[in-house]
Structure formats: structure tokens, C-alpha cells
């Protein structure tokens, strides 16, 4: 089938996603460290008020979903909701990591609380006004379902890169910062806790970069898949889109039921601190890792070529859940050796893109499925569904890891040492066990959960390529029957 996407598109696109990714990739790794260590806030109450919060603006979902379905402008459908992110994210991602010293909680209190609620709320509509369009895109990009396949593909190995790039941002700025923390070589020491102008120079100069790159989604990219903005929108209509799509509710639900796949993302830095000795060291961490997860994007078109998509993900799924336990129970029983350790993250991020990219792919399908089923094509509100899981989970997935850290004593251990942190922080086996446990093995477990529901999706192999060509043959005629 013919090829319509130039390079420059690919690559546009591929950056846009890198840059929205590394800014969700920040706030999910170092926003509640901030508020901790610089805010001195309680970590477990923040954790359960930003869930809160990113559940309180899963509102905002349906209602972009709603609008860009019924939008229809020169750039597109899809592009403007971008555009308008853009500011959003910028200005709000450096608000949230800004320390104002009247709202420490030793002098705020619970009006610390407040702030963070609504600070994270306006930056997680900033979120939704960027995660749907950019996600929902993919499906208009071209018509050629393997094209499109290969796209996603190359797109979110740059989204998952784009996730962890604050592993290496974070770090560089930290060794500009003075009287910031720094990394420390000699065994049995740990770095020193970072500092308000760490996290906030972090944030801008990832917010600005990242805004720059989302940008090129509006100027490189072509909507090409044919539409027509409904003028009957409304809730009920999307429901019963949704509904009416049993493939797409299946991946829905998968998502859920693996809601902490990436927990380990939430606590990258607590991490790297207990188990290396280092917040900053915590681009060895996630460089490993991302090692792992880019090989495992690359892999993945191959291996739905020759096994579709249902097979690729149960096994991906099921390679997690062995990789991740095999990891603890070494780790436990065996041996902490760094390097083991090393090797095991390489082998976890093999299996990255059941959680990445197989949803993306499965969705784009389910779209497809659907026009082929109604003549209707409803990316706004599927696309609404899927940021709105996404954001959901993802902030299950962190508030999970962070209550067994926090139940680890990570932060008690801090605070009881406060007059020490200058000479590092010593922690408990336990504390560095438990940490390891959310950052491996419950993540492994939840990967086997996600499996379940797609043993019963059927949306790959021949039926696929029989509802692609049909699409295609359609819009086909319909092209003829306006020229003639």
C-alpha cells in the first residue's frame, strides 16, 4: 500500500512526543520529592492529593474529546488543542516546582494542600489539552495501517526516551547548580538531598524545551484521513461510541487493571538514592532501562508482523511479570550487586512496549474498527478515553509506589538524620528491599494482570488487513463519487 508520511513528518512528530513526555516525565519523578524535601510536605498525603487531582480533571478528557470532534479549521482537528497546551504546560510546570517560603507546610499547613491541588489541576488540563490531540493525531496521520504501525513505533521509542529524559536533565542542571547536590563515587556514601533552585531550573529548562518540541507537531504534521465534524456530539453519543466498540473497551480495560506497569518511574529518584547512594545517579537507572525499552520498540513491529498484535502483547506481558519477579527474588535472596541489578533493569525495559506502544497501535486499530463497523470515525472521544486512563493510571501507579516507599521509613530515615544530610543518609536493608519490591516486582505483577482481558481481542492478523483494505476501498469510492 502506498506510503504518505515524509521523514521530516516522522521526525516532527517523534520530537513533539519527546518534549510532552519529558515535561509528564518530570513532574512523575521529582513533584512529590519536591514537595517533601523542599515544601516539607507529607509525601503520602501529596501523593493521594495529586491523585485526587488528576482524577478530578479526568472531567476535562471527555470535553476535548467532545471538541475535537466537532472542530474542523485549517490546521486541522487535532492541531489547535496543541497550541493552546503549550502556554499551559510552560507556565505551570516552573509554578509548580516554584518554592515560596510562606507556603512551606511548618508555616502553611493545610493551606499547602489547597495549593497543590489546584496547581496540579490547572496543569493537568494542560496535560489533557496536549496527551489527546498528540495521541489521537496518530490515527489521521496516514491510512496505510502498517505505516502507521511503524510510525507509532518510531514515535513512542522517542515518547519513552522522552519519558525518562529527565534522568539525565535533571542531573546535568544539578552539577550547574552550586551548593546543590552532587554525585558521589566512594561506596557506602550518599549525596546530599537537592535543593529549591535544582528542581525549579530543572522544570523551566525542561518545560521550555519541551514546548519548543511539541511545536513541531503543528508544523510538520499532515491530517490525512478523512472526517467530517459531527455537529451531534454530545456525552451520550461518545458513550455509545464507546460502548459500541467491545475491541477498545478490552485495551481499556487492560490498561487498568495494569495501572502500575510504570509505578518505577514514580520513584526513580527515591530509588537511585537508596539503592545507588545518589539522586543524581538516577540516569543509571533510567538509562538502563530505556536501553532496554528502545530495543523492545524496535523489535515490536517485527514481532507483530510475523505474530500480531494479541500474541506480541501476552507475550511481552508475560515476559514482564517473570523478568520483574526473577529481579526481586535475586535481589532478595541472592545478591545486591549493582551490576546484577544493572542487567536486570536492561531485561525489564524489554518488555516496555506492551505498556507504551501496543496500546497506541491496538487504539489506532480500534478507531479503524469502528468506522469499519458504523461509517463513523470517533478519534476524539476514543482518544479521550485512553489520556483519560492513561492520566489515571499513571497517577495510581506513582501513589502506589510512593505509600511503599513511604512505608519503607525512605522519608523517616531522612528526617530523623536532618542535621546529617550534609554527610548523606544511611538506609535500612528493609527500606532499600521494599523500595526495589515497588520498583520491580509489583510492576511485573501488574503486567500479568494486563494480559487477561486481551486474551479476547480479535483486531489483528487477517481481519485487520481485511478491515484496512476495506476502509481504503471505500474512501476510494467516495473520492470518485465527489469528482464525478
Avoid at 430 to 442: D, L, N, R
Amino acid at each position: 500500500m502506498q506510503k504518505y508520511m515524509k521523514f521530516k513528518e516522522v521526525l516532527g512528530y517523534s520530537l513533539g512526543l519527546f518534549g510532552f513526555q519529558a515535561i509528564v516525565g518530570l513532574l512523575n519523578s521529582y513533584q512529590a520529592d519536591f514537595y517533601g524535601k523542599v515544601m516539607m510536605a507529607d509525601v503520602l498525603v501529596v501523593s493521594f492529593i495529586v491523585l485526587f487531582a488528576k482524577i478530578a480533571s479526568a472531567i476535562f478528557d471527555p470535553i476535548v474529546g467532545k471538541k475535537i470532534e466537532g472542530t474542523k479549521s485549517k490546521l486541522g482537528k487535532f492541531k489547535p488543542f496543541i497550541l493552546v497546551s503549550i502556554p499551559i504546560l510552560l507556565v505551570f510546570t516552573a509554578i509548580i516546582f516554584f518554592d515560596i517560603p510562606g507556603l512551606h507546610y511548618d508555616v502553611a499547613g493545610n493551606k499547602l494542600y489547597v495549593y497543590i491541588f489546584f496547581t496540579v489541576l490547572i496543569w493537568c488540563l494542560g496535560m489533557t489539552l496536549a496527551d489527546v490531540p498528540t495521541q489521537g493525531i496518530a490515527s489521521v496521520l496516514t491510512p496505510n495501517a502498517t505505516e502507521r504501525t511503524n510510525v507509532v513505533s518510531i514515535a513512542n521509542t522517542a515518547k519513552q526516551i522522552g519519558f525518562a529524559a529527565c534522568a539525565v536533565i535533571v542531573p546535568v542542571i544539578c552539577l550547574i547548580i552550586k551548593g546543590g547536590s552532587k554525585v558521589l563515587v566512594k561506596k557506602g556514601e550518599t549525596d546530599s538531598p537537592m535543593i529549591a533552585s535544582e528542581f525549579l531550573w530543572s522544570a523551566i529548562a525542561t518545560a521550555a524545551a519541551g514546548c519548543l518540541l511539541m511545536a513541531l507537531i503543528v508544523l510538520w504534521s499532515k491530517e490525512r484521513v478523512p472526517y467530517v465534524a459531527g455537529e451531534n456530539n454530545g456525552f451520550k453519543d461518545m458513550i455509545a461510541a464507546i460502548k459500541g466498540n467491545k475491541p477498545l473497551l478490552l485495551v481499556i480495560i487492560s490498561y487498568f487493571l495494569g495501572f502500575g506497569r510504570q509505578m518505577a518511574m514514580g520513584i526513580q529518584v527515591q530509588a537511585a538514592y537508596a539503592l545507588i547512594g545518589s539522586q543524581n545517579l538516577v540516569i543509571i537507572l533510567g538509562i538502563t532501562t530505556a536501553i532496554g525499552s528502545m530495543i523492545s520498540m524496535a523489535i515490536t513491529p517485527v514481532l507483530i508482523k510475523k505474530l500480531g498484535e494479541k500474541v506480541t502483547y501476552l507475550a511481552l506481558s508475560i515476559y514482564g511479570f517473570v523478568v520483574s519477579m526473577a529481579a526481586f527474588l535475586v535481589y532478595k535472596y541472592m545478591t545486591d550487586n549493582q551490576i546484577v541489578m544493572y542487567v536486570f533493569l536492561f531485561l525489564i525495559g524489554l518488555q516496555f512496549s506492551a505498556v507504551t506502544l501496543m496500546p497506541m497501535i491496538m487504539t489506532a486499530d480500534c478507531v479503524d474498527y469502528y468506522e469499519y463497523k458504523t461509517g463513523e470515525r470517533k478519534e476524539g472521544p476514543v482518544y479521550a478515553l485512553l489520556s483519560l486512563t492513561i492520566k489515571v493510571c499513571l497517577a495510581l501507579g506513582t501513589a502506589l509506589a510512593l505509600v511503599i516507599v513511604t512505608k519503607s521509613g525512605y522519608y523517616e530515615t531522612i528526617t530523623s538524620v536532618k542535621e546529617e544530610l550534609a554527610n548523606g543518609v544511611v538506609f535500612l536493608p528493609k527500606t532499600k528491599e521494599m523500595i526495589f519490591f515497588a520498583y520491580t516486582a509489583m510492576p511485573g505483577i501488574l503486567a500479568l494482570l494486563s494480559a487477561i482481558p486481551i486474551f479476547k481481542y480479535d483486531i489483528y492478523g487477517e481481519k485487520k488487513e481485511m478491515i484496512s483494505k476495506e476502509l481504503q476501498a471505500r474512501r476510494e469510492a467516495s473520492e470518485k463519487k465527489v469528482e464525478e
